[in-house]
């Protein structure tokens, strides 16, 4: 099934703009617009010997994925050059321009019952669960519940000296 890591969509545009002024100097503007797939999510269970989140209940992925995830930044800059083949630079960054929130990630452990793997499963075939010594097993509540969000907006700011 698909890695934590798997994003099949991936899209991402940028625009730019440099505006020279007098003296040599420029002043530049970018606004970027990134999109990605949402994380797979896994149903996981817990191993006799290795402990919670070892034990894939259903193949990787078989609980959907988190929501896309899409961000606008932005960059302003100026730049100026010095004597001797110098050039300073000065700039400002703004990441996630409109403060998005979107998921990141979920709770993945559906159980922190000893249970065994569903071969070929599908989240219908949770209501069947039972841990190793046949009993039904204590569902995590917080299963599927948001762990992680979006990074929220935030600046940088930055000075370079190109030689």
């Known amino acids: ?15 730019t703009y440099a505006q020279p002024l007098p003296g040599g100097g420029k002043l ?5 617009f ?10 996981l269970g817990t191993h006799p010997i290795y402990g919670n989140s070892y034990i894939f209940i259903l193949p990787r992925g078989a609980g ?16 100026q050059p010095l004597p001797k083949n110098l050039r300073l630079s000065v700039f ?15 709770d993945d452990d559906y159980t922190y019952s000893l249970v ?3 071969r070929n ?6 209501r069947r669960l039972r841990t190793i010594d046949n009993q039904v097993p204590v569902v995590n509540s917080n299963f599927g519940q948001p762990t992680a969000f979006q ?8 000075a370079r000296l190109a030689f």
């Open 1 to 15: 099934g698909p890695l934590p890591t798997d994003r099949p969509h991936n899209l991402k545009f940028l625009g």
């Open 28 to 32: 530049d503007f970018g606004l970027t």
């Open 34 to 43: 990134s999109m990605y797939s949402g994380r797979p999510i896994n149903v």
């Open 64 to 79: 959907g994925r988190t929501p896309m995830i899409t961000q606008f930044d932005a960059h302003v800059g100026y730049d």
């Open 92 to 106: 400002v960054d703004v990441i996630n321009l409109f403060n998005q929130r979107e998921i990141a990630s979920v």
């Open 116 to 118: 065994a793997p569903i």
């Open 121 to 126: 499963g599908d989240p219908q075939d949770l």
């Open 151 to 158: 990074a929220p907006l935030y600046m940088r700011f930055g």
